[in-house]
């Protein structure tokens, strides 16, 4: 079967660094991607890695190893307006998404 | 409008009633989907279209129904809604394959 596992939540201070992981067991890969959703508000897009290796975006960074079926968004200099749930999805054989049920991420001052 | 849009934002709606949720976008994209998003599950896929004229079925598509009769909307149909179908449901497009999605504001749907 697809698996994707995340974290159901986490607590970070405010101007740290959080690191978020993701596993997946999927029926094919074309892609790890990252989403931010905001309570109550649609997801958007953070990031999406196919090669094994780090991508750096400003704030964030996600990485990637294919051979572990694993991945990390990590967030630095952590900002209130962080504070969301993070999906983590594999694009799979068919180019359709598989999603993880996201990780809640509590900002605290 | 820019980007993708749904109506209604929310709904309450008797069971055994007929639904049609509404999906638009102006991005010229050629793949749209329909997402169901429940607490404490990740987004499951309902149906998908990767082109105009063309739907498939997704995770859980039991129950819905859909059209894509142009490239701008995607209308999503519960023919006969159950308590089960509330959830938060997103629309989404993309230029397909392993490109990003982008996602409407969703419509936040209970079924008594």
């Known amino acids: 079967g697809q698996n994707i596992d995340q974290p159901t939540e986490m607590t970070a201070t405010e101007g740290a660094i959080v690191q978020i992981n993701c596993t997946y067991q999927?029926?094919?890969?074309?892609?790890l991607f990252w989403y931010q959703q905001h309570a109550g508000e649609a997801p958007t897009f953070l990031s999406y890695?196919?090669l094994d290796g780090l991508e750096e975006k400003g704030r964030f960074s996600s990485f990637l190893s294919r051979s572990k079926g694993y991945s990390y968004l990590l967030l630095k200099e952590l900002q209130m307006k962080d504070s969301a749930s993070y999906l983590c999805?594999?694009?799979?054989?068919?180019?359709?998404?598989?999603w993880g049920a996201g990780t809640k991420l509590i900002i605290k001052p | 409008i820019a980007g993708i849009t749904q109506a209604p934002t929310s709904q309450i709606l008797a069971a055994g009633r007929r639904m049609t949720l509404r999906c638009t976008q102006d991005?010229?994209?050629?793949?749209m989907y329909w997402y169901r998003q429940d607490l404490g599950l990740g987004l499951r896929l309902i149906h998908y279209?990767?082109?105009?004229?063309?739907?498939g079925k997704g995770e859980v598509p039991d129950g819905y129904s859909v059209s894509r009769a142009n490239t701008d909307d995607f209308p999503l149909t519960l023919a006969s809604a159950v308590p089960s179908q509330t959830s938060v449901y997103f629309c989404?497009?993309?230029?397909?394959?392993?490109?990003?999605?982008?996602f409407g504001p969703g419509t936040r749907l209970t079924v008594l």
């Open positions: 279209s990767n082109t105009a004229g063309t739907t």
């Open positions: 999927t029926s094919g890969f074309n892609g």
């Open positions: 890695n196919v």
């Open positions: 989404a497009s993309s230029d397909g394959g392993a490109n990003e999605q982008f």
């Open positions: 991005m010229r994209h050629n793949a």
């Open positions: 999805a594999v694009m799979d054989s068919n180019y359709q998404l598989i």
